[in-house]
Nanobody, 118 residues
Framework: VQLQASGGGAVQAGRSLRLSCAAS????????MGWYRQAPGTQRELVAS???????NYADSVKGRFTISRDNAESTMYLQMNSLKPDDTAVYYC?????????????WGQGTLVTVSS
Protein backbone atom coordinates (compact mmCIF):
# COMPACT_ATOMS: atom_id res chain seq x y z
CA VAL A 1 0.00 0.00 0.00
CA GLN A 2 1.28 3.43 -0.94
CA LEU A 3 -0.16 6.84 -0.15
CA GLN A 4 1.11 9.89 -2.00
CA ALA A 5 0.15 13.25 -0.52
CA SER A 6 0.49 16.51 -2.41
CA GLY A 7 -0.80 20.07 -2.50
CA GLY A 8 0.91 21.67 0.46
CA GLY A 9 2.51 25.06 0.26
CA ALA A 10 2.91 28.48 1.82
CA VAL A 11 -0.08 30.83 1.85
CA GLN A 12 -1.29 33.87 3.71
CA ALA A 13 -4.03 33.69 6.30
CA GLY A 14 -7.48 33.63 4.78
CA ARG A 15 -6.41 31.85 1.63
CA SER A 16 -7.15 28.29 0.52
CA LEU A 17 -5.27 25.12 -0.32
CA ARG A 18 -6.37 21.73 -1.56
CA LEU A 19 -4.50 18.62 -0.50
CA SER A 20 -4.67 15.35 -2.41
CA CYS A 21 -3.78 11.82 -1.39
CA ALA A 22 -3.51 9.12 -4.03
CA ALA A 23 -3.70 5.56 -2.74
CA SER A 24 -2.47 2.44 -4.47
CA UNK A 25 -1.89 -1.18 -3.62
CA UNK A 26 -4.07 -3.77 -1.97
CA UNK A 27 -6.46 -1.51 -0.11
CA UNK A 28 -9.68 -3.02 1.16
CA UNK A 29 -12.78 -1.60 -0.46
CA UNK A 30 -14.26 -0.83 2.95
CA UNK A 31 -11.91 1.53 4.74
CA UNK A 32 -11.50 4.84 6.46
CA MET A 33 -9.18 7.50 5.05
CA GLY A 34 -8.08 10.50 7.01
CA TRP A 35 -5.91 13.57 7.19
CA TYR A 36 -3.78 14.15 10.24
CA ARG A 37 -1.42 17.00 11.03
CA GLN A 38 1.54 17.60 13.26
CA ALA A 39 2.93 20.99 14.16
CA PRO A 40 6.43 21.32 15.65
CA GLY A 41 6.49 20.22 19.26
CA THR A 42 3.00 18.76 19.19
CA GLN A 43 1.43 15.35 18.76
CA ARG A 44 -0.11 14.26 15.52
CA GLU A 45 -3.82 15.00 15.53
CA LEU A 46 -6.78 14.02 13.42
CA VAL A 47 -7.99 16.76 11.10
CA ALA A 48 -10.74 14.90 9.26
CA SER A 49 -11.69 11.42 8.21
CA UNK A 50 -14.04 9.88 5.68
CA UNK A 51 -15.28 6.32 5.33
CA UNK A 52 -15.65 4.49 2.06
CA UNK A 53 -19.38 5.04 2.53
CA UNK A 54 -18.92 8.79 2.78
CA UNK A 55 -19.34 9.39 6.51
CA UNK A 56 -17.15 12.25 7.66
CA ASN A 57 -15.66 13.43 10.91
CA TYR A 58 -13.87 16.72 11.62
CA ALA A 59 -11.78 18.19 14.37
CA ASP A 60 -13.62 21.07 16.02
CA SER A 61 -10.85 23.45 15.02
CA VAL A 62 -11.50 22.95 11.29
CA LYS A 63 -15.28 22.52 11.18
CA GLY A 64 -16.83 24.90 8.70
CA ARG A 65 -13.49 25.66 7.05
CA PHE A 66 -12.18 22.31 5.80
CA THR A 67 -13.96 19.76 3.64
CA ILE A 68 -12.81 16.19 3.18
CA SER A 69 -13.88 14.16 0.15
CA ARG A 70 -12.85 11.07 -1.73
CA ASP A 71 -13.14 9.50 -5.14
CA ASN A 72 -13.39 5.78 -4.57
CA ALA A 73 -13.00 4.99 -8.27
CA GLU A 74 -9.70 6.85 -8.34
CA SER A 75 -8.65 5.84 -4.81
CA THR A 76 -7.97 9.48 -4.06
CA MET A 77 -8.82 11.62 -1.06
CA TYR A 78 -8.93 15.41 -0.87
CA LEU A 79 -8.89 18.07 1.79
CA GLN A 80 -10.18 21.48 0.77
CA MET A 81 -8.87 23.98 3.28
CA ASN A 82 -10.47 27.42 3.28
CA SER A 83 -9.98 30.44 5.53
CA LEU A 84 -6.61 29.15 6.60
CA LYS A 85 -5.14 30.38 9.86
CA PRO A 86 -1.55 30.45 11.13
CA ASP A 87 -2.58 27.73 13.61
CA ASP A 88 -3.18 25.43 10.64
CA THR A 89 0.55 25.41 9.95
CA ALA A 90 1.73 21.81 10.16
CA VAL A 91 2.84 18.79 8.23
CA TYR A 92 -0.27 17.06 6.93
CA TYR A 93 -0.32 13.28 6.60
CA CYS A 94 -2.83 11.05 4.87
CA UNK A 95 -3.85 7.73 6.34
CA UNK A 96 -5.90 4.71 5.37
CA UNK A 97 -7.02 1.93 7.67
CA UNK A 98 -9.29 -1.05 7.63
CA UNK A 99 -10.04 -4.08 9.73
CA UNK A 100 -10.05 -7.71 8.68
CA UNK A 101 -10.27 -10.75 10.93
CA UNK A 102 -9.81 -8.55 13.99
CA UNK A 103 -6.57 -7.20 12.57
CA UNK A 104 -6.13 -3.48 11.87
CA UNK A 105 -4.29 -2.47 8.74
CA UNK A 106 -2.98 1.08 9.05
CA UNK A 107 -0.89 2.94 6.48
CA TRP A 108 0.57 6.45 6.31
CA GLY A 109 1.70 8.62 3.46
CA GLN A 110 4.61 11.02 3.56
CA GLY A 111 3.71 14.43 4.88
CA THR A 112 3.07 17.58 2.95
CA LEU A 113 3.91 20.88 4.60
CA VAL A 114 1.33 23.63 4.95
CA THR A 115 2.58 27.00 6.12
CA VAL A 116 0.13 29.81 6.82
CA SER A 117 1.51 33.26 7.50
CA SER A 118 -0.36 36.09 9.18
Amino acid sequence: VQLQASGGGAVQAGRSLRLSCAASGGIASINVMGWYRQAPGTQRELVASISSGGSTNYADSVKGRFTISRDNAESTMYLQMNSLKPDDTAVYYCNVRWWRSAHEYNYWGQGTLVTVSS
